[in-house]
Nanobody, 115 residues
Framework: QVQLVESGGGLVQPGGSLRLSCAAS????????MGWYRQAPGKQRELLGT???????GYADSVKGRFTISRDNAKNTVYLQMNSLKPEDTAVYYC?????????WGQGTQVTVSS
């Protein structure tokens, strides 16, 4: 079993920054690829990016250059640094571990970008 708990969301003005955290517990494998997603009201859940155990990252075009994913393997924690936030970044943000036999999600954390 895997538990994922996101934190760090909140209200931020356009152009501002936030850092989200996702703490993983349970049976975590060092080789787990961890990802960040978001879902805005009325829209499908969107993959923002992923990070491997070695720190290799990949990002969606919508956030490339603004968002950065990092990982602390010793703490089983993955981070999402979000800069230059826009109103369209408003969504619930989720972290994820995807394995061949299961998909794990946190409860999500709300990010609202508004003046």
């Amino acid at each position: 079993q895997v538990q994922l708990v996101e934190s760090g969301g909140g209200l931020v003005q356009p152009g501002g920054s936030l850092r989200l955290s996702c703490a993983a517990s349970g049976t975590i494998f060092r080789t787990d690829v961890m990802g960040w997603y978001r879902q805005a009201p009325g829209k499908q859940r969107e993959l923002l990016g992923t990070i491997t155990d070695g720190g290799s990252t990949g990002y969606a075009d919508s956030v490339k250059g603004r968002f950065t994913i990092s990982r602390d393997n010793a703490k089983n924690t993955v981070y999402l640094q979000m800069n230059s936030l826009k109103p369209e970044d408003t969504a619930v943000y989720y972290c994820n571990i995807a394995r061949w036999d299961a998909n794990y999600w946190g409860q999500g954390t709300q990010v609202t970008v508004s003046s």
